[in-house]
């Protein structure tokens, strides 16, 4: 089967990766009637027709029946249709397949370009489809739209790491630590996944083939919002499902602001995200506070943790969240020895809280003096 593309699957890199295969045979193609424009509010570029319009494109050649079903999962389970359609090529006019966006798609404006799109944004799509494809079975469209933000916020994360320091730790080398083998990850919202690993041992030695388990998360922001002029903080209480499960009796925990880092998106975007939507506040200068994983015994759980300077004049808690969010939120406005005496008796318990008040306690001088 023949297929004409005209947006990232040009990418010879992300179409192998879709179809599973290597990349096919192609050769460059127009799209007579038609004009590819970007689509308002995403970086994908979608194909509509226009009167006079020639939409470039690559003709992909001899794709099998396996590769188009893989094709229709990626293309269908956002509303794309596969339809008929001829071409030109520079030798010919052939006859070809077509995905053709929703109809309630709306151009934007401006241009789109492929080259710009690998550069920001093709190793990260390579990674989702990769996670895609290692479902067994395959999930449906539904299933897939609904898992969809998730599987691109965990490749945005995958796409964001990279080494810090090794001044005393061990200084690795991609060899040193293998992923033999994976099975079929299982979960929609987060995912859980089984793996054989092998790593260089301190001695210099190989490790045994070892079985493992793994979550795999995504990275988040967390904030804590503080008034360096009423040295007053804010933090959030909500009931969590991870207390409960340990069979905690009060699952209504303290906690900094925090949300998920979307895909395309920078953890300190996200962090004054969650303070406006969370708790309906302004930030006035966004402080970097560290980063760390959260439990890398079995997570992959990264936190991005801030500072929000902003004004704290509130005295009294008060509700937040979103509500088609589902967030069930109360603010708590107090001074920050009030807070402290919250982390010394066990009422926080927990750690990015924690670890931000402490944050805070050392660098109180130098916050005040940035207000």
Known sequence: MDLFVYGTLRSQQLMAAVSGHDTPVTENAQLAGYAVFPVAGNVVPFIAPQEGGLAQGVLYHGLSQQQMDRLDLYEGAFGYRLVDTTVRTNADVQAAKCYLPPEEFTPGEGSWSLSDWEKDHLAPAVLAVHELFSHDPLPSFATLRAMWPMIEARAWSKHRAQAGPSNLR?????????????????????RFQSVDIAHRRFDGTQSNVLARDGFLGVDAA?????????????????????????HDPNP????PIAGVVDARETP????????????GIAVNHIVPAG???VSPGASTDYFYNFV?????????????????ES??????????????TLADNGEIATGPLLYLLYWVLRHKDRLRAMA
């Open 170 to 190: 061990y200084d690795a080398a991609p060899q040193d630590f293998r992923v033999l083998s994976a099975r079929p990850p299982l979960g929609n919202f987060h």
């Open 222 to 246: 967390m904030v804590l919002p503080y008034d360096p002029v009423r040295d007053r903080v804010l933090f959030v209480e909500q009931a969590r499902l991870g207390p409960r499960l340990r």
């Open 252 to 255: 209504w925990m303290l906690e």
């Open 268 to 279: 300190q975007a996200a962090a004054l995200r969650e303070c406006h939507e969370e708790a």
């Open 291 to 293: 980063s760390f994983y």
């Open 308 to 324: 929000g300077l902003c004004d704290l004049p509130q005295t009294a808690s008060y509700l937040g969240g979103l509500e088609h």
């Open 327 to 340: 967030e069930d939120l109360r603010l708590h406005p107090m001074t920050f020895d009030n807070a402290m």
